[in-house]
């Protein structure tokens, strides 16, 4: 079955600086999806890439896809405490798995 | 509409309790799915619908019961539960075929005690 490895698990930064969360595939990456869940909330869709080197953004989130490396990346250019939450990618195997999440924190 | 809506928010049942978690939507999407997040843990697929019928039970005890009475409601009925089902369930709805692109409702967060 597929596995997402998330990185780091958690981080804290200081408002208005840029982070990387990425997301790595134990299996070819046949589409990746990132989101965001606010502490005890639902899932919120953020984007979806589906081919190798694509790379879509979402006001300041940005997600690439490599699938030499089945890996994805988001970074988040100039931190806001709203960019606060957990963010999770997902990846649709025979069904859509998770990986474990990356707790944002975001510093005044 | 592009909402979810779980009910209710907060659960707390006894072990020999039987509740019932509603989830409710109305964006026409014919796939509704059950999640169970633990905490730090991300969601795992417990039940998914389609056309209102059960087409994916993931090994789920039979404690945990799902019924959909119709294409906008889904339920999930609970019975005798344990401890350690103690959880956020999130209910999620999508166009068939398109699970990583659900809505998810704000989910229902259970303490059994």
């Known amino acids: 079955s597929q596995e997402l490895e998330q990185s780091p698990q958690s981080l804290i930064v200081q408002e208005g600086k840029n982070l990387t969360i990425n997301c790595t595939s134990s299996k070819t990456l046949y589409g990746l999806y990132w989101y965001k869940q606010k502490y005890g909330e639902g899932l919120i869709f953020l984007m979806m890439?589906?081919?190798?080197?694509e790379e879509k953004s979402h006001e300041k989130i940005t997600a690439k896809l490599d699938e030499k490396k089945q890996q994805s990346s988001l970074h988040i250019t100039a931190s806001q405490p709203s960019h606060a939450g957990i963010y999770l990618c997902g990846a649709d195997g025979n069904k859509l798995v998770f990986g474990a999440g990356t707790i944002l924190r975001v510093k005044s | 509409d592009t909402e979810v809506t779980q009910t209710p928010k907060h659960l707390v049942m006894g072990m020999t309790n039987k509740k019932s978690l509603k989830c409710e939507q109305h964006?026409?999407?014919?796939?509704m799915y059950w999640y169970k997040q633990k905490a730090k843990k991300p969601p795992e697929l417990m039940f998914v619908y389609s056309y209102e019928k059960l087409s994916i039970n993931e090994s789920v005890p039979s404690r945990f019961s799902p019924e959909c009475p119709n294409s906008s409601l889904l339920n999930l009925h609970l019975h005798a539960l344990q401890p350690e089902d103690s959880a956020l369930y999130l209910c999620?709805?999508?166009?068939?075929?398109?699970?990583?692109?659900?809505?998810f409702g704000q989910g229902t967060r259970l303490t059994v005690v």
């Open positions: 964006m026409g999407h014919r796939a």
């Open positions: 999620a709805s999508s166009h068939l075929n398109r699970a990583t692109e659900a809505f």
């Open positions: 890439l589906q081919k190798g080197g």
